[in-house]
């Protein structure tokens, strides 16, 4: 039944191309059923409920965290899948554990760590998430990491550079071959996008730093409020809101289906192969792709540049530059399973280290190490 339902070019577990260490196949659910459920079940999984979008976790209990934003990606991706008969199983795996590498404190911790990191080799929160399901996850007796499938891997790794995907391997052949990976991978890839840009919306209009005058005169944010208003004039305050964003999500995952359907019927691939050597086909239409990215700039300049979160933002970079250097200086003071890795490279075990720190637990190893009434 399952081989019926499923698209001739969608990824199929019974031909994966398997996992790096050999295991027997599951019993009661498929080869990607059991990545999605060793991510659900993984350490840095749990971890991303503490973990920043835009909001530090303190600052409310409301905002999106990575967590709860992995599981908007994932809710998109499989709609967006069952629409085009791909693997859903597959697709949420890839959604679930696109975010698992990231640092605390959002896009700023992360770049904090890249520019410490940067004479040591640099550091790339997608890189970070491979390196988390192939070697840092400590779960299993046989080997190190989650031992994922390689269609999962290659979706979590959404870009690399020629050298990094040198070192790679398997995974690392596309960006080599110039080719894509499958359509559920393009899915989750563009389904993160639309999460975000939504909820980021949302959060931003909740904290006060973003009206509802400025959102009405983004086109896309507009058409729909005003939508709204004509069918509901009383509506008001979060009401109004929640059925604004949500007309969004409609409008983009409506559209990037269809779109995709177009691409997919323009190009007819006979498989996951001829998916591979053809270009992107999992797409937004112009005309939406173009509001998107008035979206994106707006976020920019009124959201993620503004005067509150850029305080919050340098007291993040401040965070974690100061821990990686002390540790740097000393690694005696990192925790005793750490000190072993650090021994055989000192920047990259540190890396690891702050990489998977929640953002509460980052402040508290800070004011450990630099505040002298703190053991």
Not at 100 to 122: D, R, S, V
Not at 179 to 205: F, K
Not at 295 to 310: D, S
């Amino acid at each position: 039944m399952r081989e019926r339902a499923l698209a001739p070019y969608a990824a199929r577990p019974e031909h994966s191309r398997g996992r790096r260490h050999r295991e027997p196949p599951p019993r009661s659910r498929s080869e990607y059923q059991r990545d999605r459920d060793r991510i659900i079940h993984s350490t840095a999984f749990r971890r991303l409920e503490y973990k920043t979008q835009v909001f530090v976790n303190h600052e409310g209990d409301l905002f999106r965290t990575r967590l709860t934003h992995s599981l908007e990606v994932a809710q998109i991706a499989r709609s967006v899948a069952r629409s085009l008969q791909l693997d859903e199983d597959l697709t949420e795996a890839v959604a679930l554990a696109h975010d698992l590498g990231h640092t605390p404190f959002g896009h700023t911790g992360q770049e904090a760590l890249n520019a410490c990191m940067k004479p040591y080799g640099g550091f790339e929160h997608n890189l970070q998430s491979l390196r988390v399901v192939d070697l840092l996850e400590q779960r299993y007796a046989a080997f190190d990491g989650l031992n994922l499938t390689f269609e999962t891997r290659e979706g979590i790794l959404k870009h690399c550079s020629l050298k990094d995907a040198r070192a790679l391997g398997e995974v690392g052949e596309r960006f080599i071959k110039r080719q894509r990976p499958s359509l559920e991978a393009q899915i989750a890839n563009l389904s993160d996008e639309i999460a975000y840009n939504n909820h980021d919306v949302d959060d931003g209009l909740r904290s006060g730093l973003l009206d509802l005058e400025q959102i009405s005169e983004v086109k896309i944010l507009g058409r729909h409020m005003k939508a709204v208003l004509r069918e509901h004039p009383h509506v008001a305050g979060r009401r109004l809101i929640h059925e604004t964003v949500r007309r969004m999500i409609d409008t983009l995952v409506t559209d990037l289906i269809r779109a995709s359907a177009r691409n997919i019927r323009a190009h007819a691939p006979a498989s996951i192969e001829a998916v591979r050597r053809a270009p992107p086909l999992i797409a937004f239409s112009p005309r939406i792709r173009q509001e998107c990215q008035e979206l994106k700039q707006f976020l920019r300049r009124n959201l993620y540049q503004h005067y509150r979160v850029a305080r919050m933002s340098a007291k993040a970079r401040r965070t974690v530059v100061e821990l990686f250097h002390a540790f740097l200086s000393d690694s005696r003071l990192l925790p005793p399973e750490f000190q072993g890795r650090a021994r055989e490279d000192a920047p990259r075990a540190i890396a690891d280290y702050v990489a998977g720190m929640t953002d509460r637990y980052a402040i508290l190893e800070h004011r450990r190490l630099f505040s002298i009434e703190e053991t």
